[in-house]
């Protein structure tokens, strides 16, 4: 999407498209001003009739070498706080997507694991579903975060406190093979 016109008096009066009932938020790498507009635009329109998705609070993806990029969390903060209301996550932790899943698989939570790297989206997911979790320590969670979560007596801390953990994914394919 590309600013029409030169000034902000022109951004507001760009036509909307009429059948749009939702503005979702996902990781987007062309992300831009213009984008943001017209996501406040759609929803200042429909007011709290039009949807406001988001996919994740991911607020940065780890990447090798220890470095990191912005996460799908700063794109869905931003529209936020442009439109100042929260958006419905419909990924992790949210366990809306588990339950999609649920209705169309046959899953026994009980003989499921969640594997993630970060206790606040994947562990807290898998814990609020009934999973047995698995954490993996290759991601932005450290292991004294998780004895400082597991120490503490606020139920909140506890539920982001994996079952068991790993130091890599790699260390789960001795285990694969049997």
Known sequence: AALPGPSPADWAQAPLEPAVRAV???FDEHFSYAKLCQALRYLLRGGPDCLLVGTNRDH???????TAIPGTGCL???VETAA???AFIIGKPNRYMFDCVVSEFNIDPA???MVGDRLDTDI???NSCGLTTL???TGVTT???VKGHQESDCPARQSLVPDYYVDSIADLLPALGD
């Open 60 to 66: 940065r993806l780890p990447l090798e070498g220890g």
């Open 143 to 145: 292991l004294d975060e």
């Open 135 to 137: 954490l993996t320590l």
């Open 24 to 26: 979702l938020v996902g």
């Open 111 to 113: 003989r499921t694991i």
């Open 84 to 86: 100042q209301r929260e």
């Open 76 to 78: 869905v903060k931003a």
């Open 124 to 126: 807290l997911m898998g």
